[in-house]
């Protein structure tokens, strides 16, 4: 299964900016303030630091999709 999108999902929670997501993975995460995603970043170059980022946040508002499922395929 590949990673195809990567975003902030805040329709439960907010991210908090704690950085975590950058600490794990900073060639994808950036947390200027709010968390977002480096442009042109190949996912599957990163999927294991991509699951553990979105594992790892506190407020669980990394959304992954895998396939091109159009859906949330984590959590
Ligand atoms: S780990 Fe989650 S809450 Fe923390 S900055 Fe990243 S997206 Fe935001």
Redesign the pocket.
């Known amino acids: 299964m590949a990673i195809t999108k990567v975003w ?1 999902d805040e329709s439960e929670n907010e ?7 950058e600490a794990v993975c900073d060639a994808v ?1 950036e ?1 200027p303030e ?2 977002v995603i480096k442009a042109g970043v190949d996912f599957t170059q990163y999927e294991a630091e991509i699951e553990e ?1 979105a594992e ?4 669980a ?2 959304a992954i999709e895998k396939d091109g499922s159009g859906k949330r395929n984590n959590f």
């Not at 991210?15 to 997501?21: F, I, K, L, V």
């Not at 790892?56 to 407020?59: L, S």
């Open positions: 902030l991210c908090t900016m704690c950085g975590a997501c995460f947390v709010k968390m980022a790892g946040c506190p407020v508002t990394i």
